[in-house]
Nanobody, 128 residues
Framework: QVQLVESGGGLVQAGGSLRLSCAAS????????MGWFRQAPGKEREFVAG????????NYAGSVKGRFTISRDNAKTTVYLQMNSLKPEDTAAYYC?????????????????????WGQGTQVTVSS
């Protein structure tokens, strides 16, 4: 069983930055591909960014490419999402997720139902 705990959300003005963290329990974190998803009120959950278990490959949604950066520190069993140039449309609850079979894959999965473990989420609100 893996537990994921997100932190770093908050209220920020448009154009500002936030860094989200997701701390994972367990000794096999380095074999998991990790993803960030978000869900705004009344909207479906969407993929934001993902990073392969090795850190050697990343994937981003088109809406955040060039503004958000995902990274991981396997020694700290933590994945990060650096969010710059935030826009009001980035307002959502942000969730991290772990793909337990990530070490078997060559790429990052983008469908939420393909991930095995989820955190409780952290709210990001961007004011205009």
């Amino acid at each position: 069983q893996v537990q994921l705990v997100e932190s770093g959300g908050g209220l920020v003005q448009a154009g500002g930055s936030l860094r989200l963290s997701c701390a994972a329990s367990g000794r096999t974190f380095s074999s998991y591909t990790m993803g960030w998803f978000r869900q705004a009120p009344g909207k479906e959950r969407e993929f934001v960014a993902g990073i392969l278990w090795s850190g050697g490959s990343t994937n981003y949604a088109g809406s955040v490419k060039g503004r958000f950066t995902i990274s991981r520190d396997n020694a700290k069993t933590t994945v990060y999402l650096q969010m710059n140039s935030l826009k009001p449309e980035d307002t959502a609850a942000y969730y991290c997720a772990a793909d337990q079979q990530g070490y078997k894959r060559r790429g990052v999965l983008t469908r939420g139902d393909e991930y095995d473990y989820w955190g409780q989420g952290t709210q990001v609100t961007v004011s205009s």
